[in-house]
């Protein structure tokens, strides 16, 4: 049942990880998608070493969790600034 479930889980997180890009395209708003798929691909890295997993899975995994966190975390910070609004009129 192991194999089994090693064997799915790349394409488990192939397809969680396209739907979690086409949902932050269709959103069209500022968030911390790629630093949060940048710091996972660092933690699923040092969680590969530290709990001897697959490299590839962990990275994968690590990738996911990050993107998925760095949707949910909007950036700050003004939508428009007056310089633009004085270029408008």
Do not use: W
Not at 5 to 11: G, R
Not at 69 to 85: N, T, V
Request: glycine share 14%; charged share 20%; hydrophobic share 50%.
């Amino acid at each position: 049942m192991a194999d089994f479930f090693n064997a799915a889980l790349p394409f488990v997180a192939m397809g969680l990880t396209i739907a979690l890009l086409a949902a932050n395209g269709r959103r069209g708003r500022k968030n911390y998608l790629t630093e949060g798929m940048c710091l996972g691909l660092a933690l699923g890295v040092g969680l590969a070493d530290a709990l001897h997993m697959e490299l590839g899975l962990a990275m994968s995994l690590g990738m996911l969790l990050g993107a998925a966190l760095g949707q949910l975390a909007p950036k700050g910070g003004k939508e428009s600034s007056k310089e633009d609004d004085h270029e408008t009129h």
